[in-house]
């Protein structure tokens, strides 16, 4: 199925996946179907990064964590958190053994969003309660893009396509050109809390 999104001036046709699969397992089949053209993952504006990954490195780094990429470079995915403000261009930078990608996947995609089945209710937008506790983006080589955004206090998950024009911009974030408006929503039932934890262990040991 095609959408045409509008943002600002620019329209574009992304095409939405359909399932015949449960939402969970369809999301995740989705992203494991097309790892081999995952360019990166970008996490950001959630409890992992803002408040974990920030305390994690106030004593070495002394400063806030904007965000956080995990690319996929061949045999040793790269990762670089980084830090506000962005002119100060303040990184930390490490790298995953295929091990520990491999381990952070699964453990937020496979046994994750894959075992969960559709929320029964939900709200009209994301987020609809805070603290967010995941807000993770992941981005493919054909410019499309899948944001995966959990909060703990809810218990719900919501799923949205969209599009990015390959580039990042001054700041060090994609340069996203837009999202379909309308979620799929999962019902969590605590199925990313291992995962969420796992992300948060393996990226802090590695940089």
């Not at 999104?5 to 046709?13: K, P």
């Not at 974990?52 to 990762?79: C, F, I, K, M």
């Not at 496979?110 to 995941?134: E, K, N, R, S």
């Not at 390959?166 to 050109?177: H, I, N, S, T």
Request: proline fraction near 5%; aromatic fraction near 14%.
């Amino acid at each position: 199925m095609a959408l045409m999104l509008s943002v600002g001036i620019f329209v574009a046709a992304i095409m939405l996946p359909t399932f015949s699969q449960p939402l969970g397992a369809a999301a995740a089949g989705y992203i494991d179907a097309r790892v081999d053209n995952i360019v990166f993952l970008w996490v950001y504006n959630c409890t992992l990064v803002n408040e974990n990954l920030t305390e994690y490195y106030q004593e070495s780094v002394g400063a806030y964590v904007d965000g956080l990429s995990v690319y996929l470079n061949g045999s040793s995915p790269e990762v670089t958190v980084l830090f506000a403000p962005y002119t100060s261009q303040r990184t930390v930078e490490g790298q995953l053994t295929l091990d520990q990608w491999n381990d952070l996947r699964r453990n937020l995609f496979t046994y994750g969003i894959g075992v969960m089945g559709a929320a029964p209710q939900h709200p009209d937008y994301f987020p609809h309660t805070w603290p967010v506790t995941l807000l993770l983006d992941v981005y493919f080589s054909d410019k499309t893009v899948l944001s995966i955004g959990y909060t703990k206090q809810d218990q719900l998950v919501s799923i949205q396509y969209g599009t990015w024009t390959g580039l990042l911009r001054p700041d060090g974030w994609p340069d996203v050109l837009g999202f379909n408006p309308v979620s799929d929503w999962l019902a969590a039932d605590g199925h990313l809390e291992y995962g969420v934890l796992r992300f948060f262990e393996v990226i802090t040991s590695s940089s």
